[in-house]
Structure formats: structure tokens, C-alpha cells
């Protein structure tokens, strides 16, 4: 990880978001309604909530045939993946509620998803939001030496396979989460002393990991096993849960900044990005399917990223409205918008464009 700190142009001649942001806050002001969620968000809320835990209920107190115990598995996954993308982002956003014990109990959800707090929101909120698609400081792009996501990254001989087995690593996103990678990065960014807010201390950090990752292993694997549920199927299906979940949650997120459409900016020998930090978010991330109303509900908003990324304290049941917004800005700025009409030609450019990317890069002199 690069350890020289970007910084961003501060020469917006254009006076993009300036204007932008005048324009949004009016259109919340002329409509008299808050940028935090609503009614909409808090009923998806329940319906997620209940998608995600009925399911194990089911499987504590039932005697089920292992088949349909796998398909609960991946039912609570979809739930588990849904809760992420709505739920838990927009309370770590906080702007899931105006009050923030509210934001901050429904960020806490992560504990239930097997993340960590503290780790989540220096990862998403400081080093994904601030240098978005940067090579050595998105570490949203970081997926060590198996996938190549940028061609700043080192390429390696079965990259070129990339396109096909890519697909089979996304699903381990969350398992990852639940051992490994929450561990690494604590102490990654406690070395580099990150903090998102206001710090805490390591030695409470340390604890609230250890105790809800104790409590986490023992509801989702413990328990069952006590209960009397064979501890192999346990394994498999706290398996198929984070697999169907991580699969869902590491495409979502590729389609948004992983596709030729988007760049990964350099920084210059003076550690400077060429473009502002808002103009810097045009030309990095990319929208999809957002007229599609199962996936703008279902992803929370993520699939208008655009959005989300240059008004990140804005709940997602808005981006809908502000997106003609910000598009027409953009326009007459002459400033991209990069926008995939539907899922699948998002997901076609994703792995064309990782298949470019796993190719071997020509000798330059």
C-alpha cells in the first residue's frame, strides 16, 4: 500500500461542485424533505431483516433435509447482502437517520454481517471515498496478486485467466471478513493511525473485534452445532450463506468503478491528482441499470454510485431524484457520466474488462 498521501487539484474552473451542490441542496429545500432516509428506507429495513434472520430461525427449530437447509443458507445470504448495501451503509454514512444513535446502531449491523465498524469505515468511507480508483490507496482494488483490477497493478502469467476464475474469488468476500481480514486490517490501519471521526482507542478496538467476532462464530456456528445440527452441515452452510452474500456484494461493487469506461488517475511527481475530488469521482465510478426498479431497491442506491460518491451523507432513496441533477450539471461542464442502461451490460463490460487487464502489457521503450 502506498504510503505518499494524494492530494486533489483545487483549480475547478468550471465550478462543478459548487453549482452541483447548490442545485442539490435546493431541490431537497424547494420539496421541503430531509437528505436522510424515510418511511421507504425503515420498511425495507424490516423486510430485510426479516429475509435475513427468519431463515436461521427456521433451520434452529425445524428438522429439514439438508437440501433445503443449503437453500435457507442462501436465502439468508441475499438478506445478508441486502442489509450491507441498504442498511448498514447508510447508517455508517450516516444518513440512514437524522438521529445519530440511530445511524449508529444500524451501522452496527455490520457485527451481524461479520465485518467491523472501524475497519469498514476507514476502508469505504476515508481511503474508498476520498481516492477513489487511485492504484496503492483504494484498497477496494487491492485484491493481493490474483486479480489485477488496474494495469498499475504487477501482472502476472495467469492473469490471463483472470476473466473466468475472478468470478469464483468474489464469493469469498464476506467469508474472508468473518476470519481473516478484519484482523489484518485493524492492525494495518492502527499503524497508520486511520480513524474515520473521532479515534478510539486501540485496546478498545482490539476488544470490540475480539468479543464480536466471538459472539458472531458462536450465533452462526456454535449454537447450531449445541442445538444438535451435524457440525458438517453447519460448516457448509455458514459457507454457502457468506459465499451467496460476498458473490452479490464484490459485483456490485465492480461494476461500479471496475470497467473500462472508468480510469484509475496517477498521481503527478508532485502527488497531485489532476481533477478536484468531485470531478475526480466522474471520471472513476460508473452507474447501472438505474431505471431498473428491483435493482435500484435491492442494492440500496449502489448501483446509481455516481450519486452516492459525490453526496455519500445523502440516503440512497434519493439518488433517483438527484440523478437528472448531477447528469445535467455534468453535461454543461462537458464532464463524463459514465452509465450502463442495464445489469448485464455492466457485467459484460466488467469482464471484457478485466480480460483486457489480464492480458500481457506491452514493452514500452
Known sequence: MNTTIPTFSKNDSMKFFRTLNSRVNNYFKENNIKKTGN???????????TVFLTPYFL?????MPFWVMLLLSVVIGIGMAGLGMNVMHDGNHGSYSTKSWVNKFMGGTIYILAGNVYNWQVQHNVLHHTYTNIHGHDEDLDAGKIIRFTQDAEWRR???????YSVFLYGLLTFNWALT???????SYLKRKLSYGEAKSPKIL????????????SVWIVLPIVIGLPWWEVLIGF???HYTAGLILSIVFQLAHVVDETTNPVPNAEGEIENTWAIHQLYTTANFAPKNAIVNWFTGGLNHQIE???FPHISHI??????????????????????????????????????????????TA
Open 59 to 63: 433451520i434452529l427449530t425445524l428438522d
Open 318 to 363: 434519493h439518488y433517483g431524484k438527484i440523478a437528472d441533477i448531477i447528469k445535467q450539471t455534468a453535461k454543461e461542464c462537458n464532464l463524463p457520466y459514465h452509465e450502463f442502461k442495464t445489469t448485464r451490460s455492466a457485467v459484460i463490460a466488467h469482464f471484457k474488462h478485466l480480460r483486457d487487464l489480464g492480458m500481457k502489457p506491452a514493452l
Open 181 to 187: 481480514t478484519d484482523f489484518r486490517q485493524m492492525r
Open 308 to 310: 452516492h460518491h459525490l
Open 206 to 217: 482490539w476488544t470490540t473485534l475480539i468479543i464480536t467476532k466471538i459472539i458472531y462464530i
Open 39 to 49: 418511511w421507504k428506507l425503515h420498511l425495507k429495513a424490516v423486510i430485510l431483516f
Open 239 to 241: 459457507f454457502v450463506m
Open 158 to 164: 495467469f492473469h490471463k485467466f483472470q476473466h473466468y
